[in-house]
């Protein structure tokens, strides 16, 4: 056995690189904020789509988000939203409603989740949408 830039290789050739799938999670994949003035007061409604990729069924998802002052790095509001009493099956999507108190550029922090096996995973998502 020999090594060839940095890989094992076998009978003198190189090994074949494998690529690193990416890790099957949860993740939210479709956002939109929208800001309406009603008689002189902001409402805000943050709406999007989340998909489990994982190979089981993903229970009591909570998406945490971050809303930016749009022309600065301002952070205006920090909250989450539950997909409450839903599953979203293997493969599946659904969509969820969060209510913010601001309007502006949104950052979706992390989605956690009861996975299948009744264990608690999350994903770090750190994804800005662009509106």
């Not at 290789?9 to 999670?25: D, L, M, T, W």
């Not at 904020?33 to 008689?39: F, K, M, R, V, Y």
């Not at 007061?41 to 971050?66: D, F, S």
């Not at 550029?105 to 662009?130: A, H, P």
Request: hydrophobic share 35%.
């Amino acid at each position: 056995m020999t090594t060839s830039v940095g890989f094992l290789s076998f009978e003198g050739k190189p090994a074949i690189a494998r690529r690193r799938e990416a890790p099957k999670v949860v993740r939210v994949t479709d956002v939109q904020l929208q800001s309406e003035n009603i008689a002189g007061v902001w409402y805000h409604r943050l709406t999007g789509r989340v998909r489990n990729e994982t190979a089981t069924p993903a229970r009591n998802v909570q998406i945490y988000y971050e809303i930016y002052d749009p022309t600065s790095k301002r952070l205006l509001e920090a909250g989450s939203t539950q997909l409450r009493n839903r599953v979203i099956n293997s493969e599946g999507e659904a969509e969820f409603l969060a209510t913010p108190n601001a309007g502006g550029r949104v950052k979706i922090t992390l989605v956690e989740w009861l996975s299948g096996d009744r264990e608690y995973r999350s994903f770090q998502q750190m994804q800005e949408f662009s509106q």
